[in-house]
């Protein structure tokens, strides 16, 4: 069946760069995607890749596809407190043959001062 | 825009007692919507999706259930509420390019 995985903790030193690694089963998933979610709130989405494409970069956020090897990653440069939270791949279930996504158990990112 | 929101915020039921957590999306018409609980521990578990006005399918087998009476209107329910019912209850809508975005969520006790 369908699997995301990810590693769950990584701790940072703030000013740093943490990368976020996910591994994914589907290989025909045509979106991936990358959500935060901070403590007690939603998961806020910041990011996604489509299928074709091998890197996509937004300001701090560096996302990697390895679609031979069905692996994405997450790299947020400079690193800030702020940037503490659980970090969520997701992709489309079933090839995006239905609705659904299918979310990795998430990474918790500690960024130490 | 957008909008998503999610009622109550914060919930302490007693066991046994019923429950009705209710959803609503602003700003477009027809979503899908999605109900998820995140347990203690992150994991995310899709309970219920719905492509429309009284269409509702279920992902797990569980004393919950589902309802969307109106277009952008989605509601989470329970007649006996259990111990493990307790979690974060999060609704989403999914947008363009299959994103899902998420509501505030609901944190649910059962005591």
Known sequence: GEDVEQSLFLSVREGDSSVINCTYTD???TYLYWYKQEP??????LTYIFSNMDMKQDQRLTVLLNKKDKHLSLRIADTQTGDSAIYFCAEKANGGATNKLIFGTGTLLAVQP | SQTIHQWPATLV???GSPLSLECTVEGTSNPNLYW???AAGR????LFYSVGIGQISSEVPQNLSASRPQDRQFILSSKKLLLSDSGFYLCAWMGLRDTQYFGPGTRLTVL
């Open chain 1, 27 to 29: 290989s025909s998933s």
């Open chain 1, 40 to 45: 007690g709130a939603g998961l806020q989405l």
């Open chain 2, 13 to 15: 039921q007693p066991v």
């Open chain 2, 36 to 38: 998820y609980r995140q």
């Open chain 2, 43 to 46: 994991g995310l578990q899709l």
